[in-house]
């Protein structure tokens, strides 16, 4: 295989091909960076010398149906220059994570076409790991954006992780787009994009949010003369669970069997 097949299909930049396996339905290919282009990952000298190695795999872009694993011999390295002795840098993955940035981009592509399921099924990675590379890219992405011309936004939570975490999504109800993704689903997840907006010195007119007394708070706080407006859903769900409510006590006090039965009737809510 050649390497400049290595860098523009995995892009894989100065490694050399070694060999390949397939196996259990996947395709493993071994590479190392050329030795000519070692360096010091502390004050980037090539006067190096080698002193071991450690094989790492890492999940890579598929090739049609068939999953790729890279299996990376990665070198440890002496500088001649500064005396020290550490892992070489990858440039291909993120030191951290067992997958590499092309396929974290190829990741974010489909997840703008498909569900962070259907994602996680193709790409044979975890549900909670594609949500993951999702989150850092729309955090990334929307880090920088002007707010100057925002009049009317809608801020709420989703769950990620099953249920078990939560951002907070601030949209820009003129236009459509996220302007702000934050941490957690609490008022203090949005204290970075009010430092933002204060900076930006926008005139926010209106916020759309849920009925959560820690959101009322927040706005009320940071922009007391925005209108605030409690979106249709959350509306509708308090006014349908207190109909709910008022009819089950209702049915427990009602002894006439006739209008218990008229209760538990399909919308009687019992």
């Not at 493993?28 to 980037?44: D, H």
């Not at 999504?169 to 787009?177: F, H, K, T, Y």
């Not at 204290?191 to 959560?212: C, H, N, Q, Y």
Request: hydrophobic residues 35%.
């Amino acid at each position: 295989m050649s390497t400049s097949l290595l860098y523009h299909a995995f892009g894989l930049q100065k490694q050399e091909y070694l060999k390949s396996e397939y196996t259990s339905g996947k395709l493993i290919l071994s590479t190392q960076t050329k030795p000519e282009e070692l360096r010091c990952s502390q004050c980037n000298s090539y006067k190096i010398k080698k002193r071991g190695f450690k094989t790492r795999r890492f999940k890579t872009i598929p090739i049609g149906s068939k999953r790729v694993i890279l299996n990376a011999k990665i070198q440890r390295v002496e500088c001649l220059e500064c005396g020290s002795i550490m892992q070489e840098k990858i440039r291909y993955a993120d030191e951290q994570k067992t997958y590499t940035k092309q396929l974290d981009r190829y990741a974010n592509e489909l997840c703008e076409v498909m569900t962070i399921q259907d994602v996680s099924k193709k790409l044979g990675m975890s549900w909670d790991t594609v949500k993951a590379i999702r989150q850092e890219h729309l955090t990334k992405k929307y880090a920088k954006i002007d707010l100057k011309d925002l009049r009317i936004v809608a801020i709420d939570e989703i769950a990620i992780q099953k249920g078990h975490k939560y951002i907070t999504l601030v949209m820009d109800l003129g236009s459509g787009a996220v302007v702000f993704v934050g941490d957690g689903k609490g008022a203090e997840s949005l204290d970075p994009f009010w430092k933002s907006l204060k900076r930006s010195g926008a005139t926010v007119e209106a916020v759309s949010i849920d009925m959560s007394p820690a959101y009322i708070g927040a706005v009320t706080q940071n922009l007391p003369s925005a209108k605030i407006v409690f979106d249709h859903f959350h509306i509708v769900k308090l006014m349908n669970d207190s109909i709910s409510e008022i009819r089950r006590e209702v049915y427990r006090e009602e002894t006439d069997i006739k209008k218990k039965k008229f209760l538990k009737e399909p919308g009687g809510y019992c």
